[in-house]
Nanobody, 121 residues
Framework: QVQLVESGGGLVQAGGSLRLSCAASGSIFSINVMGWYRQAPGKQRELVASMHSSGSTNYADFVKGRFTVSRDNAKNTVNLQMNSLKPEDTAVYYC???????????????WGQGTQVTVSS
């Protein structure tokens, strides 16, 4: 089994910073892309940032210049440093990873349970 566990959410004032972390564990052969999505109440889940195992990154326009995604491939972790937070960044943040598990032949997406980020004005 493969599991993703997030940590680091919380309450912060506008302009503040938070750092989210996600660790993948279990029967992992390889991880392709790891990243973060978010879902605000009444809205669809959307991509925030992702990082390929090669190091290439992809950011949503609304976080460029404020958020930074990073990975430790050896530890199967992905982090999201969030600076200059805005009230509109309030959402549940989910970790997502595309993983090939031992004994499987193809990549599958896995999700974490989500962590709440609340930014007060």
């Amino acid at each position: 089994q493969v599991q993703l566990v997030e940590s680091g959410g919380g309450l912060v004032q506008a302009g503040g910073s938070l750092r989210l972390s996600c660790a993948a564990s279990g029967s992992i052969f390889s991880i392709n892309v790891m990243g973060w999505y978010r879902q605000a109440p009444g809205k669809q889940r959307e991509l925030v940032a992702s990082m390929h195992s090669s190091g290439s990154t992809n950011y949503a326009d609304f976080v460029k210049g404020r958020f930074t995604v990073s990975r430790d491939n050896a530890k199967n972790t992905v982090n999201l440093q969030m600076n200059s937070l805005k009230p509109e960044d309030t959402a549940v943040y989910y970790c997502k990873a595309f993983i090939v598990a031992w004994g499987e032949l193809s990549t599958r997406p896995y999700w974490g349970q989500g962590t709440q980020v609340t930014v007060s004005s």
